[in-house]
């Protein structure tokens, strides 16, 4: 069993990221296998190594990673999964700590999401996914990972969305009306990752941002791993370069990278994965480190 991300041990670094699995499925309506997505992050995350040559800067330097007992997955569906991680964030501080949760489908993001809102009403959630995420309900159920950026527009949250080229022509309209609160960059007319930040710096404005990272926004031939592929998506590099140019910036409060479906003898998914998720913390902690010094 890999119970420490990278295999680190827990003092390490000044920033301390709480790595929470929520192995939970329970309304993915294509490929399955999401459920299995945190422990092959996690499996992954010790061949990969800490430090980062483009960045010249090493995660064991700046973050410290103490794991979470792997979340229960309720059977009951995502309304009751959502109240046990509640229950599960009652002890935890949203001014303060900071959470990297291994998902699991999308819906694992939006306990998240309320809780950091509740202390940040100036919150923006840039959403990395190929899908919008925005339809009213899906499948019986507002809370499926087909609406979680519904609920997330519902708490008066502005949102940003990479990598977003699927979506019916209700939530295209629903886009398109919107543009104070969303700002979308479409994959097809991507302006490069320099442009691209400076745009998300002005729209987010002076409050901080939560990241929710759906593996699906990435392209299919970097991302095979994924329920529901769908071609276009962004590259490693583009995503890269956007965290890079990103910072230094707004705050970051946490994130969550979820819908990895890893695939049997094919472990390209489950190292990308972790190696986008230590790209966004070497890019955002370093510069806090800097800033702080
Ligand atoms: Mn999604």
Redesign the pocket.
């Known amino acids: 069993m890999y119970t420490a991300f990278l295999d680190l041990e827990e003092i390490q670094g000044p920033h301390l990221v709480h790595v929470w699995p929520v192995p939970y499925q329970g309304t993915v309506s294509f490929g399955s296998g999401t459920k299995n997505g945190p422990e092959a992050l996690l499996r992954a995350s010790y061949q990969i190594e800490t430090f980062d040559p483009q960045l010249n800067a090493d995660i064991s330097d700046l973050c410290s990673f103490k794991t979470l007992p792997f979340q229960r997955p309720s059977a009951a569906g995502p309304d009751r999964l959502h109240l046990d991680m509640d229950e599960v964030l009652k002890g935890y501080d949203p001014a303060e700590d900071f959470f990297l949760t291994l998902g699991g489908?999308?819906s694992i993001a939006l306990p998240l999401i309320r809780f950091y809102a509740a202390a940040h009403p100036d919150l923006t959630v840039i959403?990395i996914?190929?899908?919008a995420?925005l339809r009213p309900e899906y499948q019986g159920s507002p809370f499926s990972?087909?609406c979680?950026?519904s609920r997330v527009s519902e708490l008066g949250l502005k949102t940003v969305s990479l990598g977003t080229r699927s979506m019916d022509r209700e939530q295209f309209e629903i886009i398109n009306n919107n543009p104070e609160q969303i700002l979308i960059l479409h994959p097809w007319d991507l302006p490069g990752p320099a442009a691209a930040a400076r745009e998300v710096r002005s729209f987010i404005g002076s409050g901080p941002v939560y990241i929710?990272f759906?593996a699906?926004?990435l392209d299919p031939s970097i991302m095979p791993g994924t329920g529901t592929p769908e071609p276009g998506g962004l590259s490693y590099n583009w995503i890269s370069e956007f965290w890079r140019n990103l910072w230094p910036g707004p705050g970051l409060v946490g994130m969550d990278f979820?819908?990895l479906a890893p695939q049997a003898g094919n472990v390209v998914s489950e190292s990308v994965g972790v190696k986008c998720i230590i790209k966004i913390l070497l890019s955002y902690f370093r510069t806090v480190n800097n800033l702080t010094a």
């Open positions: 489908e999308h959403q996914d190929a899908h995420d990972h087909g979680i950026m929710t759906d699906d926004g979820c819908e």
